[in-house]
């Protein structure tokens, strides 16, 4: 089955730091774009950050410099480093997968969220 | 802000036909294809419509997608009392080198 699971969420306080986990089953995770996406509470979906096969990154501007994707092909598992953590960054963080083709097949597969709240 | 606009709710009873809005630019719709996606209350996104109009594998054909220079929409007919969800456009901005969501429509079934 293919399967996203993410982990690595909890309640850290401003200018903290957390890492982000998601598994991938079913699939592997360096032949596909993966991406993470965050939807902060009764807000809607905001893309966070791309990796694409060959390791490009690209990242959203509320995030650049702050956040960094990674991805260990030995785990199948992608990784988002969050470091100066603001409040405004609480929310669910999803992870999604983008099959690569010419033929742009969305993000066909998504995990099931983690929670993250930056608080004092 | 998001760059691609959505009406913030449709409605209607069920059987009836709904459609939802996206507005984006050039650099966004103008460019590349749209995907949209559906949001049931309390669970992760699911993908709906992929490259503008392609049903994935399992979606009802009830559900249609649409494009036309900078905007996009979204169809649902015979609504069902299981559509109630909020809705999201999304594609490839050129120019923020990045992708982006529209500002979700909440669809209810009256």
């Known amino acids: 089955e293919v399967q996203l699971v993410e982990s690595g969420g909890g309640l850290v306080q401003p200018g903290g730091s957390l890492r982000l986990s998601c598994a991938a089953s079913?699939?592997?995770?360096?032949?596909?774009?993966m991406t993470w996406v965050r939807q902060a509470p009764g807000k809607g979906l905001e893309w966070v950050s791309f990796i694409y096969t060959g390791g490009d990154t690209y990242y959203a501007d509320s995030v650049k410099g702050r956040f960094t994707i990674s991805r260990d092909d030995s785990k199948n598992t992608v990784y988002l480093q969050m470091n100066s953590l603001r409040t405004e960054d609480t929310a669910v963080y999803y992870c999604a997968r983008d099959p690569p083709s010419t033929t742009d097949y969305g993000l066909d597969v998504w995990g099931q969220g983690t929670t993250v709240t930056v608080s004092s | 802000q998001s760059v691609l606009t959505q009406p913030p709710s449709a409605s209607g009873t069920p059987g009836q036909r709904v459609t939802i809005s996206c507005s984006g630019g050039?650099?966004?719709?103008?460019?590349?294809?749209v995907n949209w996606y559906q949001q049931l209350p309390g669970t992760a996104p699911k993908l709906l419509i992929y490259s503008n109009n392609q049903r994935p594998s399992g979606v009802p054909d009830r559900f249609s997608g649409s494009k036309s220079g900078t905007s996009a929409s979204l169809a649902i007919s015979g609504l069902q009392s299981e559509d109630e969800a909020d809705y999201y456009c999304?594609?490839?901005?050129?120019?923020?080198?990045?992708?982006?969501f529209g500002t979700g429509t909440k669809v209810t079934v009256l």
């Open positions: 079913g699939f592997i995770a360096s032949t596909n774009y």
């Open positions: 999304a594609a490839w901005d050129v120019s923020l080198n990045g992708y982006v």
């Open positions: 050039a650099s966004n719709i103008g460019s590349n294809t």
